[in-house]
């Protein structure tokens, strides 16, 4: 086979995106072309500016092994930060010149006389490329509740994703509906402000306090002129998650370790509640990492001042000048704010993908989004995904795993370098691979901890978590084995 020239189209320019891209250019491939619908890189971090927005992952592990950060002010860093950091790597690795911002890209069509995608923008522009990776995520596509009445709403209404900084929250009466990550970090700064704040928890949360502290000027100086003291401090985090953390989720023995200590640490955070009834309200009857346990050492608190109110009550409809719960109470307020977490099984959403014979991936998805090691689609050739289904990490940092993904699709893309056209995974090794994953899915706390959450779709099939060690992810993606591709 002889080389070719390969166009390849990326899809989103957040962590994913920009990882691939950096490996592919490593690659020596040129013809690379990133979409984004926004103005500028950045993903979910660019989206989500929310007061109070950070990670709750170590900065030194949130990030790529390739583009270490020596300086990272805090041990979790927040969202202005890690924007400016994941444009930097942007800028550094000259990425901005393949990126066509402001280009949404709403429907990806494969061809099979020419075995190319042929991409289309909302603008209204066309290209054809050999390989298409999508790298739209699992969190970018903010899910609202289609209550009854909400069109009748007089005031302001906005979810977390989209804040609306014009809005001045000043002397306000706020109704914030959710309770989970984003809600616990950004409660605590709006509530000194507002005249009246009323939470409607959805599901009570494991909470535990948040181990964050401020980075002395010392300790950067010397991540910089010693990198093995981060590299040590990474890899810390990195096996206090994989050998700690993510066996007491995965395995049914770990799972009765990682209750009693997170019960333990959890209820003694709880105790800061003075309201023994709201502690009551506030104490999940769901086992501890069945969805995601928060850290905040700020929520609780918040929830003692007087004007802060908790509902657990469910809305069943919004009103001119407020909404009305199951009891019939009418609640107050002039500001909406939606803290409901987003679609995460919309792998693609907006984008259309239509695949071999005109089959639409939301089709091909109806019983439940699936891909062979969260990346490759029976039916849907040259095309991959990043932050697929299945490759979520209960623990640890989903960079480590993006940083896998990236390094396969490069494998795929110097495959069809070589001279393959059509490289498409075979339905067989797809569905072996999606059964072993649902089968150890199914005793992880995640299946059977007794919550909801966003890992589970409607049909309860989890089409989101990895099972597994990201060790074992890596060891699995390290090396593309052409035999479990058709290759033409």
């Known amino acids: 086979m002889g080389r070719r020239e390969l166009s390849i189209a990326i899809v989103g320019s957040g962590f994913s995106g920009i990882a691939l891209a950096v490996g592919l250019k490593k690659a020596g491939f040129a013809d690379l072309t990133v979409f984004e619908r926004a103005d500028g890189p950045g993903g979910v971090w660019r989206d989500n500016t929310y007061p109070g927005a950070a990670c709750d992952a170590p ?21 202005p930060e890690i924007l400016a950091y994941l444009r930097h790597c942007a800028e550094l690795f000259s990425l901005l010149p393949h990126c066509r911002f402001g280009a949404e890209v709403t429907e990806a069509v494969f061809d099979e006389d020419s075995r190319r995608w042929r991409v289309r923008t909302a603008q209204g522009d066309e290209r054809d490329f050999d390989l298409l990776v999508s790298a739209c995520g699992q969190l970018g596509n903010p899910a609202v509740p289609n209550l009854p009445g909400l069109d009748s709403f007089t005031g302001t209404v906005f979810h977390s994703a989209q804040w609306d900084h014009d809005h001045d929250l000043t002397g306000r009466r706020v109704v914030v509906v959710g309770n989970g990550a984003s809600a616990i970090q950004f409660v605590p700064l709006i509530a000194p402000a507002v005249a009246d704040l009323t939470i409607f928890q959805i599901e009570s949360n494991w909470i535990s306090r948040k181990p964050d502290r401020v980075y002395p000027r010392w300790r950067r100086r010397l991540n910089r002129r010693l990198p093995i003291v981060q590299k040590a401090s990474r890899l810390g985090i990195f096996l206090w998650f994989e050998l700690l953390l993510n066996p007491a989720l995965t395995a049914p023995a770990g799972r009765r370790l990682l209750s009693a200590h997170i019960r333990a640490l959890c209820l003694l955070t709880l105790r800061s509640v003075r309201d023994p009834a709201l502690r009551r309200a506030l104490t999940p009857d769901h086992e501890p990492g069945c969805k995601r346990i928060l850290t905040s050492s700020e929520y609780y608190d918040t929830l003692n001042r007087p004007h802060v109110h908790v509902v657990t009550r469910p809305i069943t409809e919004v009103v001119p000048d407020g909404v009305r719960t199951a009891d019939g109470t009418r609640h107050p307020a002039d500001t909406l704010i939606w803290a409901t977490g987003f679609r995460s099984q919309d792998f693609v959403a907006p984008m259309r993908v239509i695949g071999s014979h005109g089959m639409d991936l939301n089709t091909a998805w109806k019983d439940g989004a699936r891909a062979y090691l969260g990346m490759a689609v029976t039916g849907f050739p040259n095309f991959f995904l990043m932050y697929g289904p299945n490759t979520n990490v209960g623990s640890g940092s989903i960079v480590h795993m993006l940083e896998s993904q990236a390094a396969y699709i490069v494998q795929a893309a110097e495959l069809m370098e070589r001279g393959v056209s059509r490289l498409e995974v075979r339905g067989d090794v797809l569905d072996a691979h999606d059964a072993a994953v649902q089968r150890r899915l199914a005793t992880t706390v995640w299946n059977q901890g007794g ?30 084995d052409p035999s479990d591709y058709h290759l033409h």
């Open 59 to 79: 900065s030194h592990l949130y990030s790529y092994s390739f583009a270490p950060k020596p300086d990272w002010t805090r041990r979790f860093a927040e969202q």
């Open 451 to 480: 919550c909801d959450s966003w890992y589970l779709d409607p049909t309860r099939r989890n089409t989101n978590n990895w099972p597994g060690y990201m060790t074992g992810y890596r060891r699995r993606t390290r090396r593309l």
